[in-house]
């Protein structure tokens, strides 16, 4: 069973540009989430997805960060514009949640922000 | 809040001891306790996690224990090896999943 993937692995740009990361869950599952780690620290779930529809974006700011699964499979992540205090690497992780509990996690996209 | 306190940040052990990471939280209504290894350059990997209704799990070297009325958890690894050097978080919850921040293990052979 292929894992979840993300690209890029790593991206640098300056402050206040712009950035987009993507994700291709594992097949099937209907669950996706977006996770931003910085570093020393543990994951902080930005945005959960059940299939196309978004199910909690609380902790997303919403002012610079947009996410979208438009058809229920893959997702993009962007930040416009982008922040130092964005440095990060983001996480992408998707389940068959409701009906399992397991999140697998992709490699992550490390975003250094200059 | 719905923070999750994990303890301690860094443990050192020689290899073939055992090591604890210790987990607390404040949301009653908690009823999913999971643990993530993560090892560098990768994501989270879930090793084990706990439900309410079950006061102990075992996984080969690997134990979880959870006391619902204290509201804290344990991960134990017994006989530990090198390549259980890992970070480890501990998380609470299926939706809105709040994670530790946190324990670096290094296992000296």
């Known amino acids: 069973e292929a894992g979840v993937a993300q690209s890029p692995r790593y991206k640098i740009i300056e402050k206040r540009q712009s950035v987009a990361f993507w994700c291709n869950p594992i097949?099937?599952?209907?669950?996706l989430y977006w996770y931003q780690q910085i570093l020393g620290q543990g994951p902080k779930l930005l945005i959960q997805?059940?299939?196309?529809?978004?199910?909690?974006d609380s902790q997303l700011p919403k002012d610079r960060f947009s996410a979208e699964r438009l058809k229920g499979v893959d997702s993009t992540l962007k930040i416009q514009p982008a922040k130092l205090e964005d440095s990060a690497v983001y996480l992408c992780?998707?389940?068959?949640?409701?009906?399992?509990?397991?999140?697998?996690f992709g490699p992550g996209t490390r975003l250094t922000v200059l | 809040g719905e923070n999750v306190e994990q303890h301690p940040s860094t443990l050192s052990v020689q290899e073939g001891d055992s090591a604890v990471i210790k987990c607390t939280y404040s949301?009653?209504?908690?009823?999913?306790f999971p643990w993530y290894k993560q090892e560098l350059g990768k994501g989270p990997q879930l090793i084990i996690d706990?439900?309410?209704?079950?006061g102990e799990k075992k996984d080969q070297r690997i134990a979880v224990t959870l006391n619902k009325t204290a509201k804290h958890f344990s991960l134990h690894i017994t006989e530990t090896q090198p390549e259980d050097s890992a970070v480890y978080f501990c998380?609470?919850?299926?939706?809105?999943?709040?994670f530790g921040a946190g324990t670096r293990l290094f296992v000296k052979a």
């Open positions: 992780a998707s389940s068959s949640f409701p009906n399992t509990d397991t999140q697998y």
């Open positions: 097949s099937g599952h209907a669950t």
């Open positions: 997805f059940q299939n196309n529809g978004v199910v909690d």
């Open positions: 949301d009653s209504a908690s009823n999913y």
């Open positions: 706990i439900r309410s209704n079950v």
């Open positions: 998380a609470r919850g299926l939706f809105k999943t709040i």
